[in-house]
């Protein structure tokens, strides 16, 4: 079946430094992409959604960019922060009823 | 506070005893889900309500039963616990006035099943 992937499990990065967190999915058909953050011990957190009629879109200090020709999305974290460490999951719909498929997840360690 | 909580938030229980996680949102919020989380699988989707009295079933429904008999709750039950649905749990809620896709979870439940 079609599944969303991540293409590294875990991803360091120094403080102040800009974090990219990339994704592969491979459903061609899905109109929107989403990112959610998890902190340890707590649930999901949504960050930024795309369309994917969109190439680009930002939110606060972070950036959401669809390939749509190479099926990738990466999630961009400007000036990362201790508090942006947690697990990066992106996600797909399924088309109706808010249906998603999620990835594996990213884990995104800060060093000081 | 807006919130979504679960209850309990840890439970280790055996094979076959029933048992019944619950769910609450004081949002409002129609759409409710329940999501299982496995390492290296990310969430799953068990089971998912639109509206009071409507539930539909997600990816992994097998094993669970689920009922909507009022906006704010949305309780999962495990008639006959097997140790495969040992697990980490999720409720979560939507708001249609947010992002299409943005929804609200829970703390988690943790379930071991022995």
């Known amino acids: 079946g079609e599944s969303v992937g991540l293409h590294l499990p875990t991803l360091s990065v120094q403080e102040g430094d800009n974090s990219i967190i990339n994704c592969a999915y491979s459903n061609s058909a899905s109109d929107y992409f989403i990112w959610y953050k998890q902190e340890s011990g707590k649930g999901p957190q949504f960050i930024i959604d795309i369309r994917s009629n969109m190439d680009k879109r930002q939110g606060q200090r972070v950036t959401v960019l669809l390939n749509k020709t190479v099926k990738h999305l990466s999630l961009q974290i400007a000036a990362t922060q201790p508090g942006d460490s947690a697990v990066y999951f992106c996600a797909e719909n399924m088309g109706s009823n808010y249906q998603l498929i999620w990835g594996a997840g990213t884990k995104l360690i800060i060093k000081p | 506070e807006a919130q979504v909580t679960q209850n309990p938030r840890y439970l280790i229980t055996v094979t076959g005893k029933k048992l019944t996680v619950t769910c609450s949102q004081n949002?409002?919020?129609?759409?409710m889900s329940w999501y299982r989380q496995d390492p290296g699988l990310g969430l799953r989707q068990i089971y998912y309500s639109m509206n009071v009295e409507v539930t539909d079933k997600g990816d992994v429904p097998e094993g669970y039963k689920v009922s909507r008999k009022e906006k704010r709750n949305f309780p999962l039950i495990l008639e006959s616990p097997s140790p495969n649905q040992t697990s980490l749990y999720f409720c979560?809620?939507?708001?249609?006035?947010?992002?299409?896709?943005?929804?609200?979870f829970g703390p988690g439940t943790r379930l071991t099943v022995t």
């Open positions: 979560a809620s939507r708001d249609p006035a947010g992002g299409l896709y943005e929804q609200y």
């Open positions: 949002m409002n919020h129609e759409y």
